[in-house]
Structures are given as C-alpha cells and as structure tokens.
C-alpha cells in the first residue's frame, strides 16, 4: 500500500512540474496562494506583456527545478539581488513607459535607489508602493516633508499622488525647448505666471521659478525666499545694472512690483511697468 501511494506521489509532482510549464501562474498558487493571489490583483498582473501561463517565471526565471525540489536557491530571488540588478530586471519591462523610469541619470538612480526600495511588486496597492507617497519620500526626504509645516506653503494632501504631483521619482526625459524641467512642472498649474512673454523675467534662468520662490514652503508671502522684496530683487538688479536713483537706500523697504507689476513677464513693457 505504502508503495502505491509513493508512485502515485511521484506521478503527481513530475505531473506538476510539466503542468509548471504551461501554467506557471496556477502551479506557484499550490504553495504561495496568498502571494499569487495579492498578485493578481495587482497593476502588473492587468499590464501589457503580462502572459499568465509564463507567470511568475517572468520575473523568477525557470520554475521546474524549484517545483522538483523546494530548493529556493533554484529561482532568481530578486529581494536577494543587489539594488542594481534588481532594478535591471524591472528595467527590461518599464523602460520608457509612462510614468516609468525614464532615464539612467535620475537622481534615484544617481544615488543607488533601487526600485525594490519603494515597490512590492506582489502587493495591490496604487503604483505598488511600500507605504503612502508622502510617508515613503519623508523616509529619505525628511528635511524636505518638514518644509510643509510653514506658515505658507503648497498644499500637501497626505494621501494620494501627493510629491508625485510635482515630482517623477524615475527621472525626467529632455526639457522642451530649453525651458527647465522644473518650470514646467510649475507651469501645469500656474501657466499664467510662465508665459511666454514677449519680455520674460527670467524663467529660463537655471532654477526657473526658484530663484524667487521656495517651491515648498516658506515663512514668507508667496512662497518668496526673501522677506524683503525689494532685497530679493537687489540679488540680481544690484546697482550695477539699475538707475541710481533705484538705491538700496531709498527703496530697501518698498515693494518692487508696486511699480514692475508685470513682475514675472510683459508682452508690451521692457521693464514690467503696468500697462
């Protein structure tokens, strides 16, 4: 009796193994249920290119020898990778792609940032995420989350897209037009204040709309990095370059754009007066 059930044993596993071939998905559920059933309600299990009979072997490699003998050292064990290659297998899928990573010299990428680090990529959660955006970039971001606690800032919802609103953790392709990245992100919501203007103010400037503003939070009026207006523009129309009458004396407590109102651009005045 002992024998026939250890034959019949055998035929089982050596069935599940050739079965593994052509239902990787389903075999896998025979020990890892759970995991294959979170996975299945994922982003990647609905995303182009997935093919459920490969299933897990996609990111795991071949699958026979692990289902013959419970060794795990037989399939690639990602977690167990170094950051990059790691990252070079989810790389060979989203190169590219919307909201993926899109450039080698992100700064993620720069500073060794793996993709494991923000992503389980077994779990149902938008973008797959290890933990709620703002609490996943405080993680590393610290000095930048605390910014938020000034007295004026950007709104900062604590659930959804959050930093993903203004930030691509997977890097940036080209600027258009010369324009930097970071004015065009400002530009989604405040295209008023971007142009183009016949007579820019400086947006093209290598830090755009930072040369004036804290982007996230300051203590002063909008978002300016200064208190004073008037020594905000002294930074760069220092007396070299303005009337002497427009001294740092005379005009130190005044606000510049009492009279430059046009402040961030013109389409018909040089100097940003009024029209």
């Not at 093919?51 to 699958?63: E, I, K, R, V, Y």
Request: hydrophobic share 30%; charged share 15%.
């Amino acid at each position: 009796m002992r024998i026939v059930v250890f034959l019949l044993g055998g035929l089982l596993l050596v069935g599940s193994a050739v079965a593994f071939a052509q239902d990787g998905e389903s075999d896998c559920a025979f020990c890892h249920e759970d995991t294959v059933k979170a996975f299945q309600g994922t982003e990647h299990a609905r995303g182009p290119g997935w093919d459920p009979a490969t299933g897990c072997q996609s990111c795991h490699g071949p699958g026979d020898e692990h289902m013959e003998t419970g060794e795990v050292e037989s399939i690639i064990q990602p977690w167990l990778l170094s950051r990059e290659e790691a990252s070079d297998q989810c790389v060979t899928c989203h190169q590219r792609m919307e909201r993926h990573f899109s450039g080698s010299q992100s700064a993620h990428q720069l500073n060794e940032v793996g993709c494991l680090d923000c992503h389980e990529v077994h779990q149902a959660v938008e973008h797959l995420l290890v933990a709620e955006p703002v609490e996943l970039c405080s993680s590393c971001h610290a000095a930048m989350a605390s910014q938020f606690d000034r007295p004026r800032s950007h709104p900062l919802e604590r659930a959804g897209d959050a930093c993903l609103t203004c930030h691509s953790p997977h890097g940036s392709l080209i600027s258009r037009g010369g324009m930097p990245a970071a004015v065009q992100t400002c530009e989604s919501c405040h295209s008023e204040k971007v142009g183009p203007f016949v007579y820019d103010h400086g947006t093209l400037l290598p830090d755009g709309c930072a040369s004036c503003h804290e982007v996230h939070a300051s203590t002063n009026r909008h978002l300016l990095s200064q208190s004073s207006q008037a020594n905000l523009c002294y930074e760069c129309h220092n007396a070299n370059v303005t009337p002497g009458w427009h001294s740092a004396d005379r005009f130190v407590t005044q606000k510049c754009s009492a009279c430059h109102s046009a402040i961030h651009g013109s389409n018909t005045n040089q100097f940003f007066l009024e029209d």
